[in-house]
């Protein structure tokens, strides 16, 4: 019987995978394998680590132990072992991340490398302009999105096809290696399980209640959607079954994920530098103060309550609320002028959800550098911010305790009262406004 090599990577699970329905179609027997890339988990934060060491034991429990765990590079690592199990393809889901593409290219120079699928609902390069162009701004690709629509989910699972033991495979086989710390549960069964609650208890609800980060009312899927352990599709049949304005502004959601996936896909260097390069000239702060406001940014330390709230909720959660995402990126470049990238690579160590298109991309629709960019003259106040998606303080005062006498939007505005322990604002917000139009313009000028 032939032996075909399963080479797991953002698709930790076994139910709708198109590798394995690709595997079973061939009438090979699989090898499943997961190959430990100092290079990602370098750049991975230990939360982000943790829950990729939580998704790779389910995966084994699901697989009865018979994952293949190995650590090297996998460029000479896939090779050798497809070598010593004489299989004539390695079967993966296909990868449109700029290391993904570089790192199977060079795969694909020593084995046949099959890719099946991908981890989005409609993989990069797919939608475009009749012109065959890509699209830079969201509604037309949103509209050509739901036009292209995607494949139904298929039917795979453990049973799908034969696996072969690993410990037949004469390798140095790593242990899994233990999460340093608690956190939200991985794998196959916990997305599922997480999925099935949201459409439950909080979808109908969604479309009001996803800004309110006091309600906790998002769904928290991202985690899960960033290694696999549910395909998107998945997600947009349970949709499909709901018709309201939530469903259709969650399925919204979806889609700009793979817009960000298809912006990093045909611009790679957009991860590391400014899509719009006109802002490769702004001027951004540095020295000691500037070095002073990026602390008190991290620490949740700068005065401004939901600022300083979900900043510490990141740093206790290894997540943050959508909504807050955006008021403190804002705040980091509009407020504190400090460059985007920076922000951007803080978040990527701290999330637990760190996804780099979905994150870089969104950074930079704040700074006004990136597509579909928020307009460079606004900025958010974050005052008004908290007052308006926090009207009754619940969300700082989770996160703040020092403010919890302090009631409803009062805790924002903090004009009577302010504790003894709770930091003045760093900064002016009316005047480091003026001050970041007058910079956008400096650029903006013809």
Same mark, same amino acid.
């Given at each position: 019987m032939?032996?075909?090599?399963?080479?797991?990577?953002?698709d930790?699970?076994?139910?709708?995978?198109?590798?394995?329905?690709t595997?079973?179609? !061939?009438?090979?027997r699989?090898?499943?394998?997961?190959?430990?890339d100092?290079?990602?988990l370098?750049? !991975?934060g230990?939360a982000?680590?943790d829950?990729l060491?939580? /998704?790779?034991?389910?995966?084994?429990?699901?697989?009865?132990?018979r %994952? %293949?765990?190995?650590?090297?590079?996998?460029v000479?690592v896939?090779p #050798?072992?497809?070598e010593?199990v004489?299989?004539?393809?390695?079967?993966?889901s296909?990868?449109?991340g700029?290391?993904?593409?570089e790192?199977?290219a060079?795969?694909a120079?020593?084995?046949?490398l099959? =890719?099946?699928? /991908?981890?989005?609902?409609?993989?990069?390069?797919?939608?475009t302009?009749?012109? *065959?162009?890509?699209? #830079?701004?969201?509604t037309p690709?949103f509209?050509q999105w739901?036009?292209?629509?995607?494949? &139904?989910?298929?039917?795979?699972g453990?049973?799908?096809?034969? +696996?072969m033991?690993p410990?037949?495979?004469?390798?140095?086989?790593v242990?899994?290696?233990?999460?340093e710390?608690?956190g939200?549960?991985a794998?196959?069964? &916990?997305?599922?399980q997480r999925?099935?609650?949201?459409?439950?208890?909080?979808?109908a609800?969604?479309e009001?209640?996803r800004?309110?980060?006091? %309600?906790?009312?998002?769904?928290r899927m991202?985690?899960?959607?960033?290694?696999?352990?549910?395909?998107p599709?998945?997600?947009?049949?349970?949709? &499909? #079954?709901r018709?309201?304005k /939530?469903?259709?502004?969650?399925?919204?959601q979806?889609? +700009?994920?793979?817009?960000y996936?298809?912006?990093?896909?045909?611009?790679?260097? !957009?991860?590391?530098?400014?899509?719009?390069r006109?802002?490769d000239?702004?001027?951004?702060?540095?020295g000691?103060?500037?070095?002073?406001?990026?602390t008190a940014?991290c620490? *949740?330390?700068? $005065?401004?309550?939901?600022?300083?709230?979900?900043?510490?909720?990141?740093k206790?959660?290894? +997540?943050?609320?959508?909504r807050?995402?955006?008021i403190? =990126?804002?705040?980091?470049?509009?407020?504190?002028?400090?460059?985007?990238w920076?922000?951007?690579r803080?978040?990527m160590?701290?999330?637990?959800?760190?996804?780099l298109?979905n994150?870089?991309?969104?950074?930079?629709?704040?700074?006004?550098?990136?597509?579909?960019?928020?307009?460079y003259?606004?900025?958010f106040?974050p005052?008004?911010?908290?007052?308006?998606?926090?009207?009754?303080?619940?969300?700082?005062?989770?996160?703040?305790?020092e403010?919890? $006498?302090?009631?409803g939007?009062?805790v924002?505005?903090?004009?009577?009262?302010?504790?003894?322990?709770?930091?003045?604002?760093?900064?002016?917000? &009316?005047?480091e406004?003026?001050?970041?139009?007058? #910079?956008? $313009?400096e650029?903006?000028a013809?």
């Amino acid at each position: 019987m032939d032996t075909a090599l399963v080479w797991f990577r953002r698709d930790l699970r076994l139910g709708d995978l198109p590798t394995l329905h690709t595997v079973a179609e !061939s009438g090979a027997r699989a090898l499943g394998l997961f190959v430990l890339d100092d290079r990602l988990l370098t750049a !991975s934060g230990g939360a982000r680590r943790d829950f990729l060491f939580r /998704s790779l034991a389910a995966l084994d429990d699901q697989l009865d132990g018979r %994952l %293949l765990v190995v650590k090297g590079d996998p460029v000479d690592v896939v090779p #050798r072992i497809a070598e010593k199990v004489s299989a004539e393809e390695v079967h993966v889901s296909a990868d449109y991340g700029p290391y993904g593409r570089e790192r199977d290219a060079a795969v694909a120079e020593h084995v046949d490398l099959v =890719a099946t699928g /991908s981890p989005y609902a409609v993989a990069p390069g797919r939608v475009t302009k009749t012109d *065959g162009e890509p699209y #830079r701004v969201f509604t037309p690709y949103f509209r050509q999105w739901l036009e292209h629509g995607w494949r &139904a989910p298929i039917d795979t699972g453990p049973a799908t096809v034969e +696996w072969m033991d690993p410990g037949d495979v004469k390798t140095r086989r790593v242990t899994i290696p233990e999460p340093e710390s608690d956190g939200c549960p991985a794998g196959e069964a &916990a997305a599922l399980q997480r999925w099935a609650e949201f459409c439950e208890d909080d979808l109908a609800g969604y479309e009001d209640a996803r800004d309110r980060p006091g %309600l906790d009312a998002t769904s928290r899927m991202s985690v899960y959607l960033k290694y696999g352990n549910i395909h998107p599709r998945t997600m947009l049949r349970d949709l &499909a #079954r709901r018709r309201s304005k /939530s469903a259709e502004q969650y399925r919204r959601q979806l889609a +700009w994920r793979d817009f960000y996936a298809d912006i990093l896909f045909q611009r790679p260097d !957009s991860a590391r530098e400014n899509y719009d390069r006109r802002f490769d000239h702004i001027r951004y702060d540095s020295g000691p103060d500037a070095e002073e406001a990026y602390t008190a940014w991290c620490e *949740g330390r700068t $005065g401004f309550p939901i600022v300083d709230a979900g900043m510490r909720q990141l740093k206790a959660e290894a +997540w943050m609320h959508n909504r807050v995402r955006m008021i403190v =990126a804002s705040f980091f470049v509009k407020d504190l002028h400090l460059p985007w990238w920076r922000g951007a690579r803080y978040f990527m160590n701290q999330l637990v959800d760190g996804d780099l298109a979905n994150n870089q991309h969104g950074w930079q629709w704040t700074a006004g550098s990136g597509t579909d960019a928020s307009p460079y003259f606004r900025v958010f106040n974050p005052t008004t911010q908290g007052e308006k998606f926090d009207p009754d303080g619940e969300y700082v005062h989770r996160w703040v305790p020092e403010l919890r $006498g302090i009631s409803g939007k009062a805790v924002h505005a903090l004009k009577d009262g302010r504790p003894d322990d709770y930091p003045p604002p760093i900064v002016d917000h &009316a005047h480091e406004r003026q001050e970041a139009l007058a #910079r956008y $313009g400096e650029i903006k000028a013809p």
